[in-house]
C-alpha cells in the first residue's frame, strides 16, 4: 500500500491535504521542504515534497548526462528513508515500501512539445498572409512583432515549466513504536541546500506542526506518539 494511500485509509488525508493546501498558497521556497508523517500502532507513514534546487542544486529539466546522473542518484538516495530520517534503534523499524518521482519534468517536456506545434502553425499562418501581402510592409512589421512575441512568450512557459519538485512516498514498521521518541534528520547533512522542513505529525494524540531546521536538525517526539 503507498503510503499516501495508508494516510487516507487512517482517517488523517484531509488534514495533511488542508496544510498542504496552506502551503501551495505560498510563493515557491527553495530550501524548504514539507514532511508528513502518520503513525498508526506499529506502522509509520511518510510523505515528503521538496523543491528540485534543494535536493539536486538545480529545477531545470535535467538534459545534459550529468544532470540526469545527478537525479537518478537523489532518487536512490531518497529511496532510503532510514538514513534521512533516523528512528531510534530501539523501535526496530524496516523500510517496507518507498516510492520517490520528479514532478514536473514529464509535464514540461508535454507541454514544451504542444506549444512548439502550436508556435510552428502560428508561424505557418503569418507566413502565408505574408506570401499574399508582400507589398504591404505593415504586415511584415506585425509578423516580425508576432514572432517576437511568441519568442517572449515561449521563454516565459519554459521558465515556469522548469519548476520541478521531488515527492517521495514511504511505509515503516515498526517492532517498539514506543521507544519512537525523537527524529534526527540526516536529510540536511545529505542536502547541502535544504534549509527547513515544514513537518506536518498525526498520531493517536492528535495533530502538530513542525519546523525543523538545518541549525537544529532533530525533532522531540516524547509524549506526542
Known amino acids: 500500500m503507498r503510503a499516501i494511500a495508508l494516510i487516507a485509509a487512517i482517517g488523517v488525508g ?3 491535504a488542508q496544510a498542504e493546501e496552506r502551503r501551495d498558497l505560498g510563493a515557491h521556497e527553495h530550501g524548504v521542504g514539507a514532511l508528513n508523517i502518520a503513525f498508526e500502532g506499529g506502522v509509520v507513514a511518510m510523505e515528503l515534497e521538496a523543491p528540485g534546487a534543494d535536493i539536486v542544486g538545480f529545477e ?10 545527478k ?14 530520517f533516523r528512528l531510534p534503534d530501539a523501535a526496530k523499524c524496516t523500510l517496507v515500501a518507498a516510492e520517490v518521482e520528479l514532478h514536473g519534468e514529464e509535464d514540461a517536456h508535454h507541454d514544451e ?3 512548439d506545434e502550436h508556435h510552428a502553425d502560428h508561424q505557418g499562418e503569418h507566413q502565408a498572409e505574408g506570401e499574399g501581402h508582400e507589398e504591404h510592409a505593415e504586415h511584415k512589421e506585425e509578423g516580425a512583432h508576432g514572432e517576437e512575441h511568441a519568442e517572449a512568450h515561449d ?4 521558465e515556469e515549466a522548469s519548476h520541478t519538485e521531488f515527492h517521495a512516498e514511504y511505509r515503516l514498521t515498526c517492532a517498539a513504536p514506543d521507544a519512537i521518541n525523537r527524529i534526527e534528520f540526516g536529510y540536511f547533512e545529505t542536502f547541502p ?14 495533530s502538530n506542526g513542525f519546523e525543523v531546521e538545518r541549525d537544529d536538525p ?8
Open 14 to 16: 484531509a488534514s495533511f
Open 60 to 69: 531545470h529539466l535535467a538534459e545534459s548526462a550529468a544532470d540526469r546522473a
Open 71 to 84: 537525479v537518478d542518484a537523489a532518487i536512490a538516495t531518497l529511496a532510503k528513508p532510514l538514513e534521512l
Open 113 to 115: 512539445h504542444a506549444h
Open 155 to 158: 521563454e516565459d512557459h519554459h
Open 193 to 206: 541546500n535544504a534549509e527547513e522542513l515544514e513537518v506536518q505529525m498525526i498520531s493517536d494524540t492528535g
Open 218 to 225: 532533530v525533532l522531540d517526539l516524547r509524549g506526542l506518539i
